[in-house]
């Protein structure tokens, strides 16, 4: 079965460093999303993404970060100038299509640990 | 207080028992997905529910949504110790549109053996 693939699995940096989270969603899905989930809280929608550009975005989801679609297949997500509270689990998701009709199917995620 | 609340938060039952968790939601659903994560893993997709009524089912697992109650209940029958994880109920409030989903805080289920 197709599935969502993130890389790296685990990621250590510096406070203050860039970090870029890949993902290659599912190859006929259109829509990606990344979430986050800081330890023991719930999982946080940060950004959707469809047709290159931004479909919508939490309050999270600030100046520091930015999403790129480089290729056909990886879908990123950079962090510029990490904080400590930037430590958390970052999922990708990835959906066929638009609508209320369509799950989103996660990766397995990549945790992020700022010093 | 939370849009989506999940209860019980945490659940300890013997294997080969029924269980039942719930999600209930403070504004107007327009989906609610059930999935189960594993400790530090993903989000496996279990069910989606779009409509007042609508019930569906998969192996032992059972996920209702009560429209009136904004209210989805997700019921797992003769639990086995692969049921074990949390499941989070997320909520689609967009009305159609590709955006985010909202999460509860999850459930922990323990199976004991």
């Known amino acids: 079965e197709p599935e969502v693939t993130q890389t790296p699995s685990h990621q250590v940096t510096q406070m203050g460093q860039e970090v870029i989270l890949r993902c290659v969603p599912i190859?006929?899905?259109?829509?990606f999303y990344w979430y986050r989930q800081i330890l023991g809280q719930k999982v946080e929608f940060l950004v959707s993404?469809?047709?290159?550009?931004?479909?919508?975005k939490s309050e999270i989801f600030d100046d520091q970060f930015s999403v790129e679609r480089p290729d056909g297949s990886n879908f990123t997500l950079k962090i510029r100038s990490t904080k400590l509270e930037d430590s958390a689990m970052y999922f990708c998701a990835s959906s066929p299509d638009r609508g209320r009709w369509q799950p989103q199917h996660f990766g397995d995620g990549t945790r992020l640990s700022i010093l | 207080s939370q849009e989506l609340e999940q209860s019980p938060q945490s659940l300890i039952v013997q294997e080969g028992k029924n269980l039942t968790i719930n999600c209930t939601s403070s504004k107007t659903l327009y989906g609610l997905y059930w999935y189960k994560q594993k400790y530090g893993e993903g989000l496996i997709f279990l069910m989606m529910?779009?409509?007042?009524?609508e019930e569906k089912s998969h192996e032992k697992i059972t996920a209702k949504l009560d429209e009136k109650k904004q209210q989805s209940s997700l019921h797992i029958t003769a639990s086995q110790p692969s049921h074990a994880g949390i499941y989070l109920c997320g909520a689609d409030y967009s009305g159609g549109g590709a955006d985010g989903l909202t999460f509860g805080k999850g459930t922990h289920l323990i199976i004991q053996p």
């Open positions: 190859s006929n899905h259109l829509y």
């Open positions: 993404f469809y047709n290159n550009e931004i479909s919508e």
């Open positions: 529910l779009q409509k007042g009524g």
